[in-house]
């Protein structure tokens, strides 16, 4: 990971969606599972995490992801509203989806991936094809 922050805190949102990582009101700290922990398969590339963390998402969360990263970093809800209209989904819903998920944020009536390589990643997600079509819209 070469101390990359986002691999650190992609690897802590694994952990807790995964219940390795918790916290303990009784005991007023974090429990870690340390042997599932240790069990973990961790790729050495952050490139390799980040796409393996998005494909674990729903295929019509993942999709909207891959449509928004065709527009960069960052695109108004406006933009995704008239996008959604188009493709005939609620990308909006999906979106929303994505920033439980902690890889996207939405303020200022925006959304924005949480960091440039989630941005990458789901566009490299995507097929030349669904591209192509993502684009011309």
Known sequence: SKGSPIFVKQLMVEMSRQCYLY????????VWEVEKIRDMKIPESVATFILNS??????EVLS??????????????????????????????????AVAESVLDKRNNSYYFVHDKL?????????????????FL
């Open 64 to 97: 909207a992801l891959c449509s928004l990263s065709c527009f960069g970093t960052t695109a108004g809800i406006e933009l995704i509203e008239a996008l959604g209209a188009e493709v005939q989904q609620d990308l909006v819903k999906h979106l929303d989806e």
């Open 54 to 59: 998005l494909n674990r998402l729903p295929s």
């Open 119 to 135: 941005q990458e990643a789901a566009y490299s997600a995507m097929n030349l094809e669904d591209r192509r079509c993502t684009h």
């Open 23 to 30: 916290p303990s009101l009784t005991r007023r700290r974090w």
